[in-house]
């Protein structure tokens, strides 16, 4: 990768505060019932993150978060938008299927957007990521655990972009964006061990310039980041990743969000962006 100057583009985010986070149910192995969450912890990381992404002067819209729904924190998963059209989610477990009205119910009420509901079980953010700038823009989609593969064809026509079928294959790293993260408009980073040879080769292919992490990375949950083209914010437990994102030249921007990591997401996935 170029030490080309990263600079960095306004953004604009959908968060949900963890007012009624807790782990009750066990979807990832991340997620462990028997220990108890500290809400009010999770809810003070979760203004710390909202904070430094508005400091950096990005806009971020708060959705209103609803009792009985304690992964709806998780924004990241309840839609997925490129350039003003919004593929909905539709979630695997019952348990979030909720949270897909919820998100389209924003869309809606927010003018501008062309919404198209999903026939097909797709996580949002959480499998797909947009690269505006690579190829002409293309868009990374994960399967393997969540997002149904046929739901990247349904992505494809509703977005009207390639969509890339990329398979996961470690359970720890259910959701893309626990894999693999954009750096900006056209650089990606990724664990390889996360995908199949197959998929590793294609990535390869693709992006040969890419910022490469390793399992221990991806376990700090390095990989869940969001960035802003030069700014990229990481979870603090995730230093190696920090050290690597620098060498490639970007600023890392490390907050805490420990509280977060009971239920299997960091940064990326509270945090969805919105593509007008
Ligand atoms: N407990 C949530 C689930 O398993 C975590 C979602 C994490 N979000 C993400 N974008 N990876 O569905």
Same mark, same amino acid.
């Given at each position: 990768?170029? $030490?080309?100057?990263?600079? !960095?583009?306004?953004? +604009? &985010? *959908?968060?949900?505060?963890?007012? $009624?986070? +807790?782990?009750? &149910? @066990? ?6 019932? +028997?220990?108890a969450?500290?809400?009010?912890? @999770? ?7 909202r #904070? ?6 990005h806009?971020?819209?708060v959705?209103?978060p ?12 309840? @839609?997925?938008?490129?350039?003003? +059209? ?6 695997? $477990?019952?348990?979030?299927?909720a ?6 119910? %924003? &869309?809606?009420a #927010?003018?501008?957007? #062309? ?12 499998? %797909?990521?947009?690269?505006? @700038? ?6 990374l ?23 890339i ?7 720890? %790293? ?8 954009? *750096? ?6 990724? &664990? ?15 992006? !040969? ?9 991806a376990?700090?949950f ?5 960035s ?14 920090? $050290? ?7 600023? =890392?921007?490390?907050?805490?969000l ?7 997401g ?8 919105l593509r =007008?």
């Amino acid at each position: 990768m170029s $030490h080309m100057e990263r600079l !960095p583009r306004n953004r +604009t &985010y *959908l968060m949900c505060p963890p007012e $009624h986070f +807790t782990v009750e &149910y @066990a979807i990832n192995p991340w997620m462990d019932t +028997t220990v108890a969450v500290d809400t009010r912890l @999770a809810v003070k990381q979760w203004d710390q993150l909202r #904070n430094t992404l508005a400091d950096l002067g990005h806009v971020v819209h708060v959705l209103d978060p609803e009792p009985g729904l304690p992964d709806m924190v998780y924004s990241a998963n309840g @839609a997925f938008s490129v350039d003003g +059209t919004v593929y909905g989610a539709r979630f695997r $477990h019952p348990q979030r299927s909720a949270e897909a009205v919820a998100h389209q119910a %924003f &869309y809606l009420a #927010n003018e501008g957007w #062309n919404f198209i509901a999903p026939e097909h079980v797709n996580e949002g953010e959480g499998d %797909f990521a947009y690269l505006p @700038a690579a190829y002409g823009g293309i868009v990374l989609a994960g399967y393997g655990f969540r997002t149904d593969p046929a739901a990247h064809a349904e992505a494809q026509e509703a977005l009207g972009r390639p969509v890339i079928s990329l398979k996961l294959v470690d359970p720890a %790293f259910y959701h893309l964006d626990t894999a693999l993260a954009a *750096l900006d408009d056209r650089h990606v980073t990724y &664990y390889p061990g996360a995908f199949s040879e197959a998929s590793q080769r294609v990535l390869r292919q693709l992006f !040969p310039d890419a910022v490469i992490a390793d399992r221990a990375d991806a376990e700090a949950f390095g990989l869940n980041l969001v960035s802003d083209g030069r700014h990229v914010i990481l979870n603090t437990e995730a230093v190696a990743m920090g $050290h690597k994102v620098r060498d490639a030249g970007y600023l =890392p921007v490390h907050v805490d969000l420990s509280e977060l990591k009971r239920g299997g997401g960091s940064i990326k996935c509270a945090v969805a962006e919105l593509r =007008p």
